[in-house]
T-cell receptor, first 114, second 116 residues
Framework: AQSVTQLGSHVSVSEGALVLLRCNYSSSVPPYLFWYVQYPNQGLQLLLKYTSAATLVKGINGFEAEFKKSETSFHLTKPSAHMSDAAEYFCAVSEPERDDKIIFGKGTRLHILP | EAQVTQNPRYLITVTGKKLTVTCSQNMNHEYMSWYRQDPGLGLRQIYYSMNVEVTDKGDVPEGYKVSRKEKRNFPLILESPSPNQTSLYFC???????????????FGNGTRLTVT
């Protein structure tokens, strides 16, 4: 069965600095991987999705993530943080063509320091 | 506009008083699901539905019921709410999950439930 681990429940970065949110997964087959973002008082929305077409995936709002099979990682990055990036971020994994649901990590809350 | 609509957004109730949280999607999605979100625990799946009249338990189904009589609606029913069901609830839908495919989930804006 698949699982996902997000390192760090809270991450703080200064405005303009690099954002790095870590996600490691386990899966018995090549997985689909997702990052979702949750802004205050809202539901989750898709940031980006990996489906094996390309290892570097670009998402909305300048975020991107790189799939590294050897490290079983799918870390989320953004070169320059903006105050509007303050939110909670969830990594998720699912196994294509299997009767398995999508599994979410516990989330990382990103704080942006002025 | 494509969306998942949950109602109500906020609900305060007392122990044992039956309640229903409604969820409706206008995207003709096959798959619908309910999650609860609690601090430090992330999102946990309560129930899901692969299609009309097909529902199944998620990770934390105790104390909840669901039904899927129509494709667009997937209500969450708490027959006898208890304080440990105080949480933030999300409904989500997608074209499919598992053997139906692995499409991204679309979420509603959440229902904050407090049971006293």
């Amino acid at each position: 069965a698949q699982s996902v681990t997000q390192l760090g429940s809270h991450v703080s970065v200064s405005e303009g600095a690099l954002v790095l949110l870590r996600c490691n997964y386990s899966s018995s087959v090549p997985p689909y991987l997702f990052w979702y973002v949750q802004y205050p008082n809202q539901g989750l929305q898709l940031l980006l999705k990996y489906t094996s077409a390309a290892t570097l995936v670009k998402g909305i709002n300048g975020f991107e993530a790189e799939f590294k099979k050897s490290e079983t990682s799918f870390h989320l990055t953004k070169p320059s943080a903006h105050m509007s990036d303050a939110a909670e971020y969830f990594c998720a994994v699912s196994e294509p063509e299997r009767d398995d649901k999508i599994i979410f990590g516990k989330g990382t809350r990103l704080h942006i320091l002025p | 506009e494509a969306q998942v609509t949950q109602n109500p957004r906020y609900l305060i109730t007392v122990t044992g008083k039956k309640l229903t949280v409604t969820c409706s999607q206008n995207m003709n999605h096959e798959y619908m699901s309910w999650y609860r979100q609690d601090p430090g625990l992330g999102l946990r799946q309560i129930y899901y539905s692969m299609n009309v009249e097909v529902t199944d338990k998620g990770d934390v189904p105790e104390g909840y019921k669901v039904s899927r009589k129509e494709k667009r609606n997937f209500p969450l029913i708490l027959e006898s709410p208890s304080p440990n069901q105080t949480s933030l609830y999300f409904c989500a839908s997608s074209l499919g999950q598992g053997w139906l495919g692995n499409s991204p989930l679309h979420f509603g804006n959440g229902t904050r439930l407090t049971v006293t």
